[in-house]
T-cell receptor
Framework: GAGVSQSPSNKVTEKGKDVELRCDPI?????LYWYRQSLGQGLEFLIY????????KSGLPSDRFSAERTGGSVSTLTIQRTQQEDSAVYLC???????????FGSGTRLTVV | QKEVEQDPGPLSVPEGAIVSLNCTYS??????FMWYRQYSRKGPELLMY????GNKEDGRFTAQVDKSSKYISLFIRDSQPSDSATYLC??????????FGAGTTVTVRA
């Protein structure tokens, strides 16, 4: 597609439920990133995938968070047993590999009630 | 202390004014510096990219990096109402993982 596509755009879930957020990167982009943006905070790095290399998971805040990228394309970020502090906008970006080449999606706004 | 500090503003200027934005950072390993613009309910979009120190100009936008002071700036000349957005500085040591400032909200009044 022409841009990075994320779904759903909005998600309201009850505390304790699991959620899955999807990212469809730009075709041909080998690198895929997940960031989290909380109100009044900058973007917080979560995870980075590059080709077939092992992902950099150093930003995942707890073991309730996991992500996978299937076939080097679509990625899913899963949050288990959601907590209220997980409420944020989750942004996905893809690039050809360099930091300056990020293209961001519009994000998924997650609200945990 | 945050790795990247950015005054959240808000900043309000009249149309045609120069907008001045800046960030400071603590990690001396940063060598890739970027400015992003983010409109409400949209993802950030890259405005300017600079490698190492120096100035870069692109149309109405000028980015400056002073690594000795760990300070970066973005200037917007002849500001327009369409420039109203949140501006985020970002930087990287390894060319893939970005550290972002909190963002400065700018309003340009017609």
């Amino acid at each position: 597609g022409a841009g990075v596509s994320q779904s759903p755009s909005n998600k309201v879930t009850e505390k304790g439920k699991d959620v899955e957020l999807r990212c469809d990167p730009i075709s041909g982009h080998t690198a895929l990133y997940w960031y989290r943006q909380s109100l009044g905070q900058g973007l917080e790095f979560l995870i980075y995938f590059q080709g077939n290399s092992a992902p950099d998971k150093s930003g995942l805040p707890s073991d309730r968070f996991s992500a996978e990228r299937t076939g080097g394309s679509v990625s899913t970020l899963t949050i288990q047993r959601t907590q209220q502090e997980d409420s944020a906008v989750y942004l996905c970006a893809s690039s050809r590999g360099q930091a300056y080449g990020y293209t961001f999606g519009s994000g998924t706004r997650l609200t945990v009630v | 202390q945050k790795e990247v500090e950015q005054d959240p503003g808000p900043l309000s200027v009249p149309e045609g004014a120069i907008v001045s934005l800046n960030c400071t950072y603590s990690n001396s390993a940063f060598q890739y510096f970027m400015w992003y613009r983010q409109y409400s309910r949209k993802g950030p979009e890259l405005l300017m990219y600079t490698y190492s120190s120096g100035n870069k100009e692109d149309g109405r936008f000028t980015a400056q990096v002073d690594k000795s002071s760990k300070y970066i700036s973005l200037f917007i000349r002849d500001s327009q109402p369409s420039d109203s957005a949140t501006y985020l500085c970002a930087m990287s040591a390894n060319d893939y993982k970005l550290s972002f400032g909190a963002g400065t909200t700018v309003t340009v009044r017609a």
